[in-house]
C-alpha cells in the first residue's frame, strides 16, 4: 500500500522554531509538496522538494531525504498565523497526489 | 483568492435528493480535480481531468458522477448518498496533470440526512 505518517499536533511558542515531519511508503516517488490548510479554508501550497537537500522559502523551509523516505517542514519565527493544518503529499508514479493525513499546528503567545 | 472557486459553500440534501456541486478555475489550467475531506482521514483523491478527459477514478461509488465539459469548470452530481458522504469536498486545478503544485477552492460542505 501506499502511506504517509505525520504527527497529528504540535504545539508550539510564537517566535519559535518548530518541524514537522514527515515519512512516506509509496511504490514511486517524484516529489514531496507541503500545503498548508487554515480552519474553513482551502489548502494551500507551501514548497516542493523533488531532489534531496533543503529548500527555503521566507520562515518556512523543507527538506527531503529519498534514501530515508522522509521530509521535513520547518516554521521559524512562528506567528499566531501560522496556526493551521500541515499536509504532506507525496506525487507518486501514478501520477497522483497522496496526501498525509494532517499535522495540527497551534501556536500559542 | 485562489483563482478557484465552488458553489454551493454548503449543502444540506436527504439521502434521495439529487445535486451538483460546481468548481469553476480561472487560472488557465488543464487539469483538475475532485477529492473527498473527511475528519481525521488524509484528503482522498476522488476524480482527476486533463483536458476535459477523465483520466483517473479513484474507486469512487456510482452515485458520485463527475462532468467536465471544458477545461475550466468541474461538476460533481449527486444522487442517493449515503450519511457517511457526509464531508468537505475540494476542487482543486494545475497547470498539468503531474504538476506537483495544485491550487484548491474553498470547498463545499456537504451534510447527508
Known amino acids: 500500500g501506499q502511506s504517509l505518517e505525520q504527527p497529528s499536533e504540535v504545539t508550539a511558542v510564537e517566535g519559535a522554531i518548530v518541524q514537522i515531519n514527515c515519512t512516506y511508503q509509496t511504490s514511486g516517488f517524484y516529489g514531496l509538496s507541503w500545503y498548508q490548510q487554515h480552519d474553513g479554508g482551502a489548502p494551500t501550497f507551501l514548497s516542493y522538494n523533488g531532489l534531496d537537500g533543503l529548500e527555503e522559502t521566507g520562515r518556512f523551509s523543507s527538506f527531503l531525504s529519498r534514501s530515508d523516505s522522509y521530509g521535513y517542514l520547518l516554521l521559524q519565527e512562528l506567528q499566531m498565523k501560522d496556526s493551521a493544518s500541515y499536509f504532506c503529499a507525496v506525487r507518486a508514479n501514478t501520477g497522483k497526489l497522496i496526501f498525509g493525513q494532517g499535522t495540527t499546528l497551534q501556536v500559542k503567545p | 483568492e485562489t483563482g478557484v472557486t465552488q458553489t454551493p459553500r454548503h449543502l444540506v440534501m436527504g439521502m434521495t435528493n439529487k445535486k451538483s456541486l460546481k468548481c469553476e478555475q480561472h487560472l488557465g489550467h488543464n487539469a483538475m480535480y475532485w477529492y473527498k475531506q473527511s475528519a481525521k482521514k488524509p484528503l482522498e483523491l476522488m476524480f482527476v481531468y486533463n483536458f476535459k478527459e477523465q483520466t483517473e477514478n479513484n474507486s469512487v461509488p456510482s452515485r458520485f458522477s463527475p462532468e467536465c465539459p471544458n477545461s475550466s469548470h468541474l461538476f460533481l452530481h449527486l444522487h442517493t448518498l449515503q450519511p457517511e458522504d457526509s464531508a468537505l469536498y475540494l476542487c482543486?486545478?494545475?497547470?498539468?496533470?503531474?504538476?506537483?503544485?495544485?491550487?484548491f477552492g474553498p470547498g463545499t460542505r456537504l451534510t447527508v440526512t
Open positions: 482543486a486545478s494545475s497547470h498539468a496533470r503531474d504538476s506537483y503544485e495544485q491550487y
